[in-house]
């Protein structure tokens, strides 16, 4: 009976996250701030909840794949977009610090976006220059969305005593 009641917790946790993840994706993309070079999806704060619970990664993964595909997002932004917020989650869930439980999830999307923005959405052959300030663009983005706003979050939660690992 144990094992039933935590794996439906399972699956209602990823379910919230993926569901909180979708809704604050649709808002960004409301804001014009969801998509391309430079974006802030307000769902990447989320990220910090790989400090408090194991079932964040999926869900944030979920709620990413069902956010791009949703939106019209290119199906190599779809695959590998949703791949660099499972790889960035869960390597954050792997962080013994909390404090650094968003670095992976900027560095995955730091290095990955920048491929599918130029290949998907340009004209322009890939080349290092237009990668680096891509990159840059996505790591701005990435800084702003999964440190910043992921901490205010992290700290709030704590705070509030709010999901206890």
Not at 8 to 36: D, K, Q
Not at 42 to 52: D, G, I
Not at 81 to 103: D, E, H, Q
């Amino acid at each position: 009976m144990k094992d039933s009641k935590n794996k439906t917790l399972s699956i209602a946790y990823s379910a919230i996250i993926a569901t909180l993840y979708v809704a604050l994706t649709w808002l960004s993309n409301a804001l014009g701030l969801a998509s391309l070079a430079i974006q802030l999806r307000l769902s990447e704060a989320l990220c910090v909840l790989s400090a408090f619970t194991p079932f964040a990664p999926l869900g944030m993964f979920v709620g990413c794949l069902i956010s791009n595909l949703t939106m019209g997002s290119a199906p190599l932004d779809i695959i590998f977009g949703s791949l660099a917020t499972l790889i960035g989650a869960y390597l954050g869930s792997k962080m013994k610090n909390k404090w650094l439980v968003p670095i992976p999830t900027v560095l995955a999307n730091t290095i990955i976006v920048p491929f599918v923005i130029i290949i998907s959405y340009t004209n322009e052959a890939l080349s290092l220059g237009l990668y680096a300030i891509t990159a840059l663009g996505v790591f701005a983005g990435e800084v702003a969305s999964a440190y910043v706003l992921g901490m205010l979050l992290l700290i709030a939660m704590e705070k509030h005593k709010i999901f206890k690992k």
